[in-house]
């Protein structure tokens, strides 16, 4: 089945404190620079399944360095 539409994760390096909940929440989407501990995006476009440990992961950063967007599908497809 194809997907309903599509995620795109942006992050904030300058923003990040290193709280490092993003990774606990999305491990597979997010990683910490072992060096400074800021934030590291590995999946920029994670799969449509991810949408809701992304969100999470939104919510639990406390600078607020991480946004997503999830643009549903415009074909008419369900």
């Known amino acids: 089945m194809e997907g309903l539409g599509s995620l795109r994760v942006a992050i904030d390096g300058a923003r990040?404190?290193?709280?490092?909940?993003?990774?606990?929440?999305?491990?597979?989407?997010?990683?910490?620079?072992?060096?400074?501990?800021i934030v590291v995006l590995?999946?920029?476009?994670?799969?449509?399944d991810?949408?809701?440990v992304v969100a999470e992961a939104v919510d639990l950063c406390p600078s607020g360095?991480?946004?997503?967007?999830f643009r549903p599908r415009s074909d008419g497809v369900s």
């Open 16 to 37: 990040c404190i290193g709280a490092g909940n993003c990774v606990l929440a999305a491990p597979s989407v997010f990683d910490q620079c072992e060096k400074e501990g």
């Open 42 to 48: 590995r999946q920029p476009r994670p799969s449509e």
């Open 50 to 52: 991810q949408k809701d």
């Open 65 to 69: 360095a991480i946004s997503f967007q």
